[in-house]
């Protein structure tokens, strides 16, 4: 009898992880960067939107590598990537801020991620936050827009409220 009640004990516990471990980790942008990187970041100079030319982008894309494969969610501002015809988006990168943008110039490598989708769906408006969930990996993208030291397989997107 007591060994049974043990192998339920750890049968409950063994589904109470897995519960927990299917929820996404809701990520801040300062967790995909270095810590010391978080300091200089804080003393950059604030973001204008002067000028049509595209600026160089700055700041590394170091990462961190306990990221790499967990179930994430974070919250962000959409860049289309790719774009069909009916303004269907499969790829977008995700940013920290509004206003994110190549005459800005971009933020860091490690602060932009590359959003694809298994489903295209309809362009979402750029000036809206969402929160965007899915399967974090380590992985350079560079693009003619920026580089992005993240990706991510996203799954769900919504409206950040």
Not at 46 to 52: I, L, N
Not at 141 to 151: K, R
Request: charged fraction near 20%; glycine fraction near 4%.
């Amino acid at each position: 009898m007591r060994l049974l009640s043990l192998l339920a004990g750890l049968l409950l516990a063994s589904t109470a992880t897995s519960l927990h471990a299917a929820e996404p980790r809701e990520l801040d942008w300062l967790e995909l960067m270095p810590k010391d990187e978080v300091d200089q970041l804080m003393e950059a100079p604030a973001v204008t939107h002067s000028g049509d030319l595209k600026a160089q982008q700055t700041g590394s894309a170091r990462t961190m590598p306990e990221l790499d494969g967990i179930q994430a969610k974070i919250a962000g501002y959409i860049v289309p990537v790719e774009v069909d015809g009916d303004s269907q988006m499969s790829e977008f990168f995700i940013v920290p801020y509004f206003g994110a943008c190549i005459h800005v110039p971009p933020p860091p490598p490690n602060q932009i991620i590359l959003a694809r989708l298994a489903k295209p769906i309809p362009v979402t408006e750029i000036y809206d936050a969402y929160w965007i969930e899915g399967t974090l990996a380590i992985e350079k993208v560079d693009n003619d827009i920026a580089q992005a030291a993240y990706t991510l397989k996203a799954e769900k997107v919504t409206l950040w409220e």
